[in-house]
């Protein structure tokens, strides 16, 4: 199986930025697609963002010019680079591996407050 370790959430200000870092170890031949997923409270998982391993990305429309997620293949890790953060971007992060052995990371609290 796939294990994901994610890094980089935290509390951050409106309009502040964080970068999230998520980390895939094991089956790591097995993995096609990666994906940043999100939770509020309350509310289902949405899709945030995707990378392909070719390097194909697409994004929710609700982050399209603030979020970049980009694919490092040599070192197994995917970033989630957030900009112009809002409180609505509030979430518990979740970083996601397709294939076989497709598995989801632990979680990573990202808090837009004041």
């Known amino acids: 199986q796939v294990q994901l370790v994610e890094s980089g959430g935290g509390l951050v200000q409106p309009g502040g930025s964080l970068r999230l870092g998520c980390a895939a170890s094991g089956s790591i031949f097995s993995i096609n697609n990666m994906a940043w997923y999100r939770q509020a409270p309350g509310k289902q998982r949405e899709l945030v963002a995707v990378?392909?391993?070719?390097?194909?990305?697409n994004y929710a429309d609700a982050v399209k010019g603030r979020f970049t997620i980009s694919r490092d293949n040599a070192k197994n890790t995917v970033y989630l680079q957030m900009n112009s953060l809002k409180p609505e971007d509030t979430a518990v992060y979740y970083c996601?591996?397709?294939?076989?052995?497709?598995?989801w990371g632990q979680g990573t609290q990202v808090t837009v407050s004041s």
């Open positions: 996601y591996a397709s294939g076989p052995f497709g598995s």
């Open positions: 990378i392909t391993r070719s390097g194909i990305t």
